[in-house]
């Protein structure tokens, strides 16, 4: 699956958790307008609707491109999504 795939089938608005290591590499392919990222424009519609994707999408990254999720027993793998869903019990 694409990147552009999963823009258009998403939508607006919405939020996108990337809870792996190296997350940051993904952040210019969905931060880009969709034009930007694929040689022939959507048909229909979406061209006028991808240069405001953007402002209704929230990225929530837990790595840079070159780091890595803590990975200890004592925390679940997906640490950051725990802490996003179950803070109480993360803190």
């Known amino acids: 699956l694409c990147v552009t795939d999963l823009r258009q089938w998403l939508g ?3 939020i996108v958790i990337l ?3 190296s997350a940051g590499v993904l952040m210019p392919f ?4 969709l ?3 694929q040689s022939t424009p959507p048909a229909g519609d979406m061209e006028a609707a991808a240069s405001h994707w953007v402002s209704d999408t929230i990225v929530l990254c837990p790595t840079s491109e070159n780091e890595w999720l803590p990975m200890a027993p004592e925390y ?6 725990s802490c996003l869903t179950t803070p109480i019990q993360m803190a």
């Open 12 to 14: 607006k608005p919405n």
């Open 19 to 21: 809870d792996c290591s």
């Open 30 to 33: 969905l931060t880009a307008p």
């Open 35 to 37: 034009e930007s990222i």
């Open 76 to 81: 679940p793998a997906d640490i950051f999504t």
